[in-house]
């Protein structure tokens, strides 16, 4: 059974920093590709970031230089470094595992920009 969990999300005021991480089981992690999505209230899930399995990134536009996506194949997990938020990255963050035909998501962690 293939399980994706997402941790590190939470409040945060403008400017300031969140890590995210997700935790793969059920998956030969090293393989595949991982990534991280996000979802705005009324809007699409649109990718924020990919790091494949030979280690190429690859970003949104509008994070570029803010966000750094990294892996941990020893750990089977993927962290977000998410800095100088905006109240625009709000939104929930989610998961994926990637390769070929199969495709996972993780249940989400809530990212909230506000002061």
């Known amino acids: 059974q293939v399980q994706l969990v997402e941790s590190g999300g939470g409040l945060v005021q403008p400017g300031g920093s969140l890590r995210l991480s997700c935790a793969a089981s059920g998956i030969m992690f090293r393989i595949y590709t991982m990534g991280w999505y996000r979802q705005a209230p009324g809007k699409e899930r649109e990718l924020v970031a990919t790091t494949t399995s030979a280690g190429t990134t690859n970003y949104r536009d509008s994070v570029k230089g803010r966000f750094a996506i990294s892996r941990d194949n020893s750990k089977n997990t993927v962290y977000l470094q998410m800095n100088s938020l905006e109240p625009e990255d709000t939104a929930v963050y989610y998961c994926?595992?990637?390769?070929?035909?199969?495709?996972?998501w993780g249940q989400g962690t809530q990212v909230t920009v506000s002061s």
């Open positions: 994926n595992a990637h390769r070929f035909t199969d495709n996972y």
